[in-house]
Nanobody, 121 residues
């Protein structure tokens, strides 16, 4: 599975962005899909994940009630709607696919290249 993330950019605090992650090479309909992020000089951290059938989602406390993860298996695409953005949300955002519905990065086998989100104060 090849994953291509897009939609990042520069936004003011309080603004919104929607990230997309398009998969190719194989259907993602059987995989859990997740979003992770990595800020400069920090480790990669979990943002959110959605089960293969969209029945369950799970978020990091830092983004709960602000970010929404969703997927369209027919379009082989994962989304992350980010609202009420804060400067501390600034990071490179990565999408990932794996067999387990998990917040642990090593649970995911396939990773996109990342898209940069910068939130100005």
């Amino acid at each position: 599975v090849q994953l291509q993330a897009s939609g990042g950019g520069l936004v003011q605090a309080g603004g919104s962005l929607k990230l997309s992650c398009v998969a190719s090479g194989r259907t993602i309909s059987h995989y859990a899909m997740g979003w992770f992020r990595q800020a400069p000089e920090k480790e990669r951290e979990f943002v959110g994940t959605v089960r293969w059938d969209s029945a369950y989602t799970y978020y990091a406390d830092s983004v709960k009630d602000r970010f929404t993860i969703s997927r369209d298996n027919a379009k082989n695409t994962l989304y992350l709607q980010m609202n009420s953005l804060k400067p501390e949300d600034t990071a490179v955002y990565y999408c990932a696919a794996g067999d387990l519905f998990s917040r642990i990065p090593r649970s995911y086998d396939y990773w996109g290249q990342g898209t940069l989100v910068t939130v100005s104060s």
